[in-house]
Nanobody
Framework: QVQLVESGGGLVQAGGSLRLSCAAS????????MGWFRQAPGKEREFVAA????????HYADSVKGRFTISRDNAKNTMYLQMNSLKPEDTAVYYC?????????????????WGQGTQVTVSS
């Protein structure tokens, strides 16, 4: 089992940047493919980005491609989401998720563990 804790959210103006972190504890971090998801008020949770266990493959939602970068440091048991050129429509609660032993996927129901989320608010 793994415990996930997100941090780094906050309020930022449009065009600004934030870096989210997801700290993992428990089972070996490199056993998990990882993902970021977000949920805006009144909307369903949506996929943002995912990264493979060995950090050799990643995938992004079209809406964030070219602006967001997912990465991980297995030695520090931490995953990151660098968010640049933020837009008001990026406002949401951002969640990290872990998938044990699998490859990276975009389906939320394929992940086994979830963090509590961190709020990102982008003002116009």
């Amino acid at each position: 089992q793994v415990q996930l804790v997100e941090s780094g959210g906050g309020l930022v103006q449009a065009g600004g940047s934030l870096r989210l972190s997801c700290a993992a504890s428990g089972r070996t971090f490199s056993s998990y493919a990882m993902g970021w998801f977000r949920q805006a008020p009144g909307k369903e949770r949506e996929f943002v980005a995912a990264i493979s266990r060995s950090d050799d493959n990643s995938h992004y939602a079209d809406s964030v491609k070219g602006r967001f970068t997912i990465s991980r440091d297995n030695a520090k048991n931490t995953m990151y989401l660098q968010m640049n050129s933020l837009k008001p429509e990026d406002t949401a609660v951002y969640y990290c998720a872990a998938r044990l032993y699998g490859g990276l996927i975009i389906r939320g129901n394929g992940y086994h563990y979830w963090g509590q989320g961190t709020q990102v608010t982008v003002s116009s």
